[in-house]
């Protein structure tokens, strides 16, 4: 439980600092900067972390762009995860409610990551004001982590062991509505099927070429066709990487495909790969070219808690939805305006879904105003992925989703880069930074409650974490 005191300081705290995180916020909005490229981003939040006294680790388990900072000794860790990566082509102003590109093609925080880490580091640092002022024994430690839309920060910081002596991990993420999210992910990995073949004039001696670009689209036909034979939660995604010589008139003799393979569980994902590898496989025998398979990352599903997820939901609720006044509103209803009806119905729903409420919970609302009950339904998958999987598989985790934008909005879009540069986002941001620190000091508090997270790991994951990550990937930024 926790008590008046408890949130009474933890809100003070962060709103001491809400004019810096704000600030750091907003740096992050206006460097946007791709996977495995935020070195303004990353540094922005180290030095908002320095001024709190952090002790802050840059370049931390080998990736440039990534820091782990730690406050106070002994104790139990707890944990708070950062991520500032932007998505390519959502450049977007912020607030505006219409397409309106700071830059044209350039990235933008349609993801909202440049709230996610500035509300980490905000509730890490009111989490060190509370234990400082408490005279509690705690350990804060920060994890800075890149690339989380492609490439995986959290799951080279897994591999390194870093997660390991970690008591509690608490985390969110910017969304439309206010829940505790206890559902799994989809676990992923990513390879590269490249095809080498012939070159030919494509006229006079087709038959002396072999052809790459071929390779490719059967191999993409046999995965459409092996989707039927696959356990329905799965997914394959593809992009070419390569489509090979621009002229039609030569026979390609080079070609690439980029494949997302997805699915509930680590072992099933792993099972699915090897068919599509044998896929690729055939369309170079059909083809008479080469193949060369590229694994670039995996992600872990992710472990919901239920230990911690119950503190954070307890938090949450006593924290209460973020405090939108008739402005927000107003602002959100013009953006809402812009999703097309039956999409905004859709993303509702998804909503309802994974928050385990009834399908007109959010009807006749701009803004969540709520906070969702705990739904507990650790069998049932979310549809995307993230490698916050994989820091679950290693210490005991809990994650909310945190209203910064309106209801119906889509992520990945012009609309949630908007946002995430306004006050919508920023009264979400502080949401989620007083509801991470408050569980974070009630966990802190309650060392019989990290037993039983511990113990509930254990259970969850009885034979270790096992890391998705291909032993050759490297944090670096993709091929042009």
Sequence with gaps: M???????????????RA???????????????????????????????????????????????????????????IAFLCEYDALAGLSQLPGVPEPAPAREGAPGHGCGHNLLGAASAEAACALKSYAEEAGLALTVKCFGCPAEEDGGGKVFFARAGAFDGV???????????????????????????????????????PHAGRSALDACELMNVGCNYLREHIIPEARLHYAYRDAG??????????????????????????????????????????????????????????????????????AFEAVGAPGFDEADRALAARFAATVPDGERETNILNDCRVAGQPRGYYAGKALDDTVAPLHWDPDATEP?????????????????????MALGTGGHTWQMTAQSG???????????AQTLALAGAMAAADPALLARAREELRQSVPNGYFCPMPETARPCPPED
């Design 2 to 16: 926790t008590t008046p005191e408890q949130l009474q300081t933890i809100r003070a705290a962060c709103e001491a």
């Design 19 to 77: 004019a810096r995180f704000e600030q750091a916020a907003m740096d992050v909005f206006g460097a946007a900067e791709l996977n495995w490229r935020e070195k303004e981003s990353a540094g922005a939040l180290c030095r908002a972390l320095e001024a709190e006294g952090f002790a802050v680790r840059r370049g931390a388990c080998g990736m440039e762009t990534a820091f782990e900072a730690t406050a106070g000794t002994g104790g139990p860790v």
């Design 167 to 205: 008591d509690a991990v608490f985390a969110w993420h910017p969304g439309a509505a206010n829940y505790v999210c206890c559902q799994g992910t989809l676990a992923v990995t990513g390879v590269v099927y490249r095809f080498a073949g012939r070159t030919a004039h494509a006229a006079s001696a």
């Design 245 to 314: 010589p621009l002229a039609p008139n030569v026979v390609p003799d080079h070609a690439a495909l980029h494949y997302y393979i997805r699915a509930p569980h680590v072992p099933q994902m792993m099972e699915i790969r090897a068919r599509v590898d044998d896929v690729a496989r055939g369309a170079a025998l059909m083809t008479g070219t080469q193949l060369t398979i590229e694994p670039i990352d995996g992600f872990s599903d992710f472990v919901p808690n239920r230990a911690l997820s119950e503190v954070l939901q307890t």
């Design 384 to 404: 995307g992925s993230t490698d916050v999987g994989d820091v679950s598989q290693c210490a005991p985790a809990a994650q909310a989703y945190v209203a910064t």
């Design 422 to 432: 306004c006050a919508i986002g920023f009264k979400g941001m502080h949401a989620a």
